[in-house]
């Protein structure tokens, strides 16, 4: 599966900022451009991905320069498993993120994140405290035990460590890496499912605007094309030669079992180059949360932990 126009999807409501700058009267007319790295299109922002071999799974890690922007975050399936969540709520005292760790793994996956964190306090990058730095790096997992022969593999602080060094600025590597590792689509059924996977995208608008998103794709439904309302992904025919619609499943519920909970959660991040506060970032995570609706069907269900963080 090409996860990519679904990324396209929630950068596209992530977009829905330019309309919040002044914007000159020549530019309107100007269709955003497509742009080629992915989020790494955006100044500032870094990607590593760590895959372990022994099972598909693994952590991918976003990485921000110098001393952390503002972070926000949309968390709106009913099964999350997150990490250092309500500190990016606007109320909260600390306004800058250094990093975002998405994982597999499920809640065991969250070890990832103290290896970014001991790697980022390595280079004395944090909250500043009388002791030194705190690293702050909020987090979020999908889970992919079911994947594979053994769910005791699963991705540790090391392979955060590794990610976060290996983290670069060139063209973000997309499908079965990283976070993305184990992911799987089209589960109502109850049956084989597909490949899901990572993918990334990013626009630009004629104002100068940068927008970029990096999506690890879990959904227990369909992955759509949001331009065409095609589905990519998902759920397969009977005989599985063929994609069927969970959209008319769900029409008829005798012919779809409902989403187990523990096989699905899609993560996302979503990063711009506009000088927000902290209030406007958790209003561009609402914002770019509208793409998960877009392109995946059913999304924010009760079985899931769908999440989308903003920097």
């Given at each position: 599966?090409?996860?990519?126009?679904?990324?396209?999807?929630?950068?596209?409501?992530?977009?829905?900022?330019?309309?919040?700058?002044?914007?000159?009267p020549?530019?309107?007319?100007?269709?955003?451009?497509?742009?080629?790295?992915?989020?790494?299109?955006?100044?500032?922002?870094?990607?590593?991905?760590?895959?372990?071999?022994?099972?598909?799974?693994?952590?991918?890690?976003?990485?921000?320069?110098?001393?952390?922007?503002p972070g926000?975050?949309?968390?709106?399936?009913?099964?999350p498993?997150?990490?250092?969540?309500?500190?990016?709520?606007?109320?909260?005292?600390?306004?800058?993120?250094?990093?975002?760790?998405?994982?597999?793994?499920?809640a065991?996956?969250?070890d990832?994140?103290?290896?970014?964190?001991?790697?980022?306090?390595?280079?004395?990058?944090?909250?500043?405290?009388?002791?030194?730095?705190?690293?702050?790096?909020?987090?979020?997992?999908?889970?992919?035990?079911?994947?594979?022969?053994?769910?005791?593999?699963?991705?540790?602080?090391?392979?955060?460590?590794?990610?976060?060094?290996?983290?670069?600025?060139?063209?973000?590597?997309?499908?079965?890496?990283?976070?993305?590792?184990?992911?799987?689509?089209?589960?109502?059924r109850?049956?084989?499912?597909?490949?899901?996977?990572?993918?990334?995208?990013?626009?630009?608008?004629?104002?100068?605007?940068?927008?970029?998103?990096?999506?690890?794709?879990?959904?227990?439904?369909?992955?759509?094309?949001?331009?065409?309302?095609?589905?990519?992904?998902?759920?397969?025919?009977?005989?599985?030669?063929?994609?069927?619609?969970?959209?008319?499943?769900?029409?008829?519920?005798?012919?779809?079992?409902?989403?187990?909970?523990?096989?699905?959660?899609?993560?996302?991040?979503?990063?711009?180059?506009?000088?927000?506060?902290?209030?406007?970032?958790n209003?561009?995570?609402?914002?770019?949360?509208?793409?998960?609706a877009?392109?995946?069907?059913?999304?924010?269900?009760?079985?899931?932990?769908?999440?989308?963080?903003?920097?």
């Amino acid at each position: 599966m090409n996860p990519v126009p679904f990324a396209a999807g929630l950068v596209a409501a992530g977009a829905l900022l330019g309309s919040t700058p002044a914007v000159p009267p020549a530019y309107p007319q100007e269709e955003p451009r497509r742009m080629t790295r992915g989020i790494t299109d955006v100044q500032g922002i870094k990607v590593g991905h760590h895959t372990l071999t022994e099972r598909p799974t693994g952590c991918t890690v976003i990485l921000v320069d110098g001393e952390g922007v503002p972070g926000g975050v949309a968390q709106r399936g009913g099964a999350p498993g997150t990490t250092e969540t309500d500190l990016l709520h606007p109320l909260n005292l600390v306004d800058k993120v250094n990093a975002i760790v998405l994982s597999g793994g499920s809640a065991f996956g969250l070890d990832a994140r103290q290896g970014v964190v001991r790697y980022l306090e390595e280079r004395g990058l944090g909250w500043r405290v009388s002791t030194g730095v705190v690293p702050i790096v909020p987090g979020a997992v999908l889970i992919d035990l079911h994947v594979g022969e053994d769910p005791r593999i699963r991705p540790t602080a090391d392979c955060g460590y590794k990610a976060a060094g290996g983290a670069g600025d060139g063209t973000v590597l997309e499908g079965n890496v990283g976070a993305g590792a184990g992911a799987t689509v089209g589960k109502f059924r109850g049956g084989p499912s597909m490949k899901g996977g990572l993918g990334s995208a990013s626009i630009s608008l004629a104002n100068g605007l940068v927008v970029g998103a990096i999506v690890a794709v879990n959904a227990a439904g369909d992955v759509i094309d949001p331009s065409t309302g095609r589905v990519v992904a998902g759920h397969r025919t009977k005989d599985g030669k063929e994609l069927a619609d969970v959209r008319q499943l769900l029409r008829n519920p005798a012919d779809a079992a409902p989403p187990r909970a523990g096989e699905n959660t899609t993560i996302a991040v979503v990063a711009t180059n506009a000088r927000l506060t902290k209030t406007e970032i958790n209003r561009v995570a609402l914002m770019a949360d509208d793409g998960l609706a877009r392109a995946i069907n059913p999304a924010h269900t009760a079985a899931d932990g769908d999440t989308v963080f903003a920097l």
